[in-house]
């Protein structure tokens, strides 16, 4: 007796809507979002062109009109596939996309303290988490975000989180670090250092976090 594996949901082809070059292998792309598309803050959607798919944690909330995506560049040399094809997508060029948004990594409101931790596109979550929770109206917890990266122009969203901070400071704590502050690039870079990792424990002490009303996200 054989049985038949459930089809797979049908592919639907959605535009690239906006594309804004942040450096030589980071990008942040905004798609099409399909009709009735529906997700989660923290969510992932699986898009794809000329057959090769791979998923994308979603920057946006899902109140947005499109769908943002920060991509980071894969060089074919170091086993990229999919990456190397969207670099030379422009507006207009269409990819694939999966019906569903799909993931656990979501926001938890348990807790009242959310530390937020990541390096480079592994802030986009985060980003989702804020702009969703702002966009409600929400004030009953607390973001900690702490976001490495080895050069200052890799954090693509430390204007938005600085803006947040400096203007709903009871709301978002932001912690940027780069963990090369000698490099050239990194000239005139003013805050934390090292890597964010190393960071971690001496900012939780520094925030007074406890394990009972913090909930942490890596």
Not at 68 to 80: A, C, D, H, N, S
Not at 130 to 141: E, K, P, T, V
Request: aromatic fraction near 12%; proline fraction near 7%; hydrophobic fraction near 35%.
């Amino acid at each position: 007796m054989t049985t038949k594996r459930p089809k797979r949901a049908p592919l639907q082809k959605v535009p690239v809507v906006q594309r804004d070059d942040k450096t030589e292998d980071l990008a942040v792309i905004w798609i099409s979002k399909p009709d009735g598309y529906t997700f989660k803050p923290g969510q992932y959607c699986t898009i794809g062109y000329d057959g090769i798919e791979r998923a994308y944690s979603i920057a946006s909330a899902p109140h947005e009109e499109h769908l943002e995506l920060f991509v980071e560049l894969v060089p074919i040399e170091e086993g990229g596939v999919l990456t190397p094809k969207l670099w030379n997508l422009n507006e207009g060029d269409k990819v694939t996309i999966r019906p569903r948004a799909k993931g656990i990594f979501t926001f938890k409101e348990e807790k009242p303290n959310q530390l937020l931790i990541s390096t480079v596109t592994g802030v986009v979550p985060y980003v989702s988490f804020i702009r969703d929770y702002m966009q409600q109206g929400r004030s009953d917890h607390h973001f900690y975000v702490m976001e490495g990266a080895s050069y200052q122009d890799e954090f693509v969203y430390d204007e938005e989180f600085s803006y947040m901070a400096k203007n709903s400071p009871k709301l978002l704590t932001f912690v940027p670090t780069v963990s090369r502050p000698g490099q050239g690039k990194n000239i005139g870079w003013e805050g934390d250092t090292g890597r964010v990792n190393k960071l971690v424990e001496n900012k939780i002490q520094e925030f007074a976090l406890l394990p009972q009303d913090t909930m942490v996200y890596a």
